[in-house]
């Protein structure tokens, strides 16, 4: 089935160390985003791609970088995670953007970071 | 900043109930998405309206939307414990000319059976 995958699923990581997060889709979808959510929280954008275009959000850290090197795969690159980067991070797709059926996300089922 | 706002934060129904979410949000959109959240887990895409619909079903789910209102309306009939989940709206903002759907930070609901 068509989807969209995040490994690890759980991801424990040290204080200050670097840590990747990858998301693959079979979807063949445009657009790959990926969001920070927190306990309690609303998912907050960090960044997107359109095809190869990447769109930082304002308020998304330096220390968070994104990689996509082709359709299928997106990577999250947290250069030296903090306490409070510690969250659930969810990678999405959508065809494409822009007021009808295809702004609909699919998302993965998240990896959880924890930062010790 | 943050575009949708759910209300109520928390809802705790019986099996077999109506429960009845809503979504308010600022400025003009272009469509308007419900997302539901089991703990843990990604989220799920349950409906799309476009600005120009009021109404929409898919099964036991009927969203409303009020443009004059900036409202939207997610109700889920005859609830069952499975439906205990986490519930979003999404809209989609102009963004430099792309539309990046936005979430609310979402309606807790517990069904219990």
């Known amino acids: 089935d068509a989807m969209v995958i995040q490994n690890p699923r759980y991801q424990v990581t040290q204080f200050g160390k670097p840590v990747t997060l990858s998301c693959s889709q079979t979807l063949n979808h445009n657009v790959m985003y990926w969001y920070q959510q927190k306990s309690s929280q609303a998912p907050k954008l960090l960044f997107h791609y359109y095809d190869k275009d990447f769109n930082n959000e304002a308020d998304t850290p330096d220390n968070f970088q994104s990689r996509r090197p082709n359709t299928s795969f997106c990577f999250l690159d947290i250069r030296s995670p903090g306490l409070g980067d510690a969250a659930m991070y969810l990678c999405?797709?959508?065809?494409?953007?822009?007021?009808?059926?295809?702004?609909?996300?699919?998302f993965g089922p998240g990896t959880r970071l924890t930062v010790l | 900043s943050q575009q949708g706002e759910e209300d109520p934060q928390a809802l705790s129904i019986q099996e077999g109930e109506n429960a009845t979410m809503n979504c308010s949000y600022k400025t003009s959109i272009n469509n308007l998405q419900w997302y539901r959240q089991n703990s843990g887990r990604g989220l799920v895409h349950l409906i799309l309206i476009r600005s120009n619909e009021r109404e929409k079903h898919s099964g036991r789910l009927r969203v409303t939307l009020d443009t004059s209102k900036k409202s939207s309306s997610l109700l889920i009939t005859a609830s069952r414990a499975a439906d205990t989940a986490s519930y979003f709206c999404a809209t989609a903002l102009a963004s430099g000319g792309s539309y990046i759907p936005t979430f609310g930070r979402g309606t807790s609901l517990i069904v219990h059976p």
């Open positions: 999405a797709t959508s065809r494409g953007w822009g007021g009808s059926e295809a702004d609909t996300q699919y």
